[in-house]
């Protein structure tokens, strides 16, 4: 079993459509029971908040599900998950001082780790943006999803 936490920004745009691309993944595998996934945001703006309309919409055109609320990360989600999977450096940033001990640091990692091209920094933050940045949120998720499943599974060593 393992369990890993999506972390973004606001908890409505990246890291909810992180847990739904990354959990239709393992239902199309049926490797749902190996996994526990859920997303949570640095800040605490839209606590209890579905998912921004504009994601739901691109999610819904490809049939994910986006099932969280949003909720703000808290100190023991560091020692509760395995992974805590980030989008970008200002998410690094505010996510490693809640890690107290070097194994939860290194439980820390980008999603863009995990592209399968090189040279993939960061996933954007599309809020203030068109529609094509919440496709373009979808399309870099599930590229990520398919390497984070891959080292999870141990085929992929990082
Ligand atoms: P997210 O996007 O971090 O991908 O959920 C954002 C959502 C809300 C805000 C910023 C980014 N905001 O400023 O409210």
Sequence with gaps: MKKI????LGNICRS?????VFLDLI?????EKQ???????TGDWHIGERPDKRMLQAA??????????????????IEHF??????????FKNVY??????VQKRKIRKFTEFASQRGV???????????????????LVTDCSEGLLKYCLGFDEK
């Design 5 to 8: 936490l999506f972390v973004c």
């Design 16 to 20: 909810p459509a992180a847990e739904g």
């Design 27 to 31: 239902k199309k595998k049926n490797l």
């Design 35 to 41: 996994f526990i996934v859920d997303s949570a945001g």
């Design 60 to 77: 819904e055109k490809r049939n994910v599900e986006l099932p969280s609320n949003a909720r703000q990360i808290r100190q023991e989600d």
């Design 82 to 91: 395995d992974l805590i999977i980030v989008m970008d450096n200002s998410n």
């Design 97 to 102: 001082p809640l890690a107290s001990t070097e």
């Design 121 to 139: 920094d960061i996933v954007p933050d599309p809020y203030f943006g068109g529609q094509e940045g919440f496709e373009q949120v979808l399309d």
